[in-house]
């Protein structure tokens, strides 16, 4: 392996490590609630657009509008959990057959709505938020990286471990992923469904707001920011196995490191499409993904 | 075909009679609507809004086949805008590098458009609800990269330039308008036909349609393949209005303008999609000029029909039309 090669496995899994925020909470709701949130790669657009306009804007160190855009990020999940995900569950039997056609038009819907909103309220030019340290670049043997991204990195295996860690052991991680093995046997086991998707909500909306708070920096938002994220958390999902939380982190690092090879050494134009073709060739005959369980009814 | 001279509990003549009837009514609606549409341009002559009323029918086109795709047979698929862009650059490019007539162009797209609509309908076959929205939507978004990136073909972003077909903005929307009775025309006689009830049934519920004896894979292929004709057909019929086609013909905001549109008028119903799309496009240029909310209220008013309102403006009309028959 020469020194290139060190280089663009070390930022294609510092890619991957901003995947797998976006991604893991993509599975989350996934696993809960059987369906994929078309609107998931606005939060992300929102937390990169609210991390900025509180610190710059109000002027407030970045270190305590990173964790505001979080808590924004979270509202946001909240109430498209309460307003817009009721129906899926709760009541509304007849409902059965169109549900998967309800759940891809209103988060749709959602995307459109909230993009467009930014564009009117915010206006359409891209901005930028502030780094979190002004190091323009740090040396590492061969891999070269500007501060931020390494601050970043490491801010983002931490939030990852610790999800990932609520997920495990904590009583609501446990209650959630009792709820996402079988619904009906967990709210017979006295669990509160309802409670346990509003804390899916919340947390894949901070953590994708998270994500985009943390690239603010390096991606200059603008309102359609978040539609390729958001692929990209889609192949990630359908590549970790649907719902599946490990599946979901190995597969944004491996998705990250794919992809920084494949733009050096296949084809930079198509760097996008890679990812995209790995989605419809699982989906077609591995749909379980590579960790994901089979034959599972949706 | 084997399935249509077998009998199955499916279409006990019973059914067939009250869907038969729902969907008359429906179409004659749709005719009315159209037979209005057809009057506009004695009172409008302004070609900018002639034109605003050909994108109209272009979207009411689209909209209509989608229909028949995710309304009718329940496979909710986000590649409408992509076949309409593979019609687009059938004829396009047919055009430009063979100086191919665009009549022929345009029954070439239907053909392309129809069979790679074809081999994606059948590849998809198993793939159900968020898996299928996944796919088509991965499928779109790979076919307008390439289509993006192809530039020693298809020049890129830049465009491809293609001959017109006349210059009459009165004749164009005549042609459209055409174009967009016949389609609506077939889908009629298809929907009344057994077709109809099979691909209902396999929507409401698959199982169930196959044990009646419904062939369910040929059925839902057939309905991907003739929405994908249809929509390379308006593609087609659009690249030679506009006499430019781009890869933004597949750009994703496109299909959720089709999906709106197709929502808000009432999906699974004949003339809603249809008149929504007029609804919408008109309404959008309009608001355009009064602040630009336009995309932000429809992308509102989708979300709002979704939850409260699922069968649409021509649900709400017929709600109305009830309650004004009993009082």
Redesign the interface.
Known sequence: MSGIDVDLAVNGLITGLFYALMAVGLSLI?GIL???N?AHGEFYMVGAYAYTLIALGLGVPAWIALPLAFVTGAALGWLTER??MR?LYAGYTS?G??????????T???S??LI??V??VVGPYAFRGPALVETSRVVLGPVLISGHRLLAAGIAIAVIAITAMLIKWSFWGQQIRAVSQNRLGASLAGIDTAKASVIVFMLSGGLAAFAGALLSPVINASPDVG?FPA?KS??IV?LGG?GSVPGAIVASLLLGVIESFGAVYLSY??R??FG??L??LF??FR?QGLFGEKGRE? | MAQSSSTSPAVQPSGAQLTTTRTTVEFRAALIAMAVVALIPLGVSNPYWLGVLVVSMYFAILAGSWNLL?GYT?Q?S?APATFAMIGAYTTGLLNHYFGTPPLLGIVAAIVVAGLIGLLLGR??MR?????L???T???A??MR??TA?SIDITRGDLGLSVAGLMDSRVGWYYLFLGALVLLLLMFYLLLRSKAGLFLQAI???EVAARRAGVNVVFWKTAAFAISAAACGFAGALYAHFAELVTPELGL??QT?LI??MT?IGG?GTLAGPLVAAFLVYVMSEWLRDVG??Q??V???L??IF??FF?EGLWGLAKAAVQRGRQA
Do not use: H
């Open positions: 996934f059987r369906i994929v078309f307003t817009l129906p409902w057959l169109m549900r998967d056609e309800y759940a891809v038009i209103v749709f819907g959602l459109l709505f467009n909103l564009d009117k539609i692929i889609y192949i359908v649907m134009q198509y996008d499409a995209l073709i989605l419809m989906l077609l749909p949706v | 995710a329940g909710f986000l590849a998809v793939l159900v609800g968020p898996y929205a996944l796919t939507l991965s499928f978004e790979i990269l390439v990136n929507r409401d519920d994703i905001g959720g999906v709106s929502v999906m630009g909310y995309l932000v429809f992308a509102a989708v979300v979704a939850r699922r």
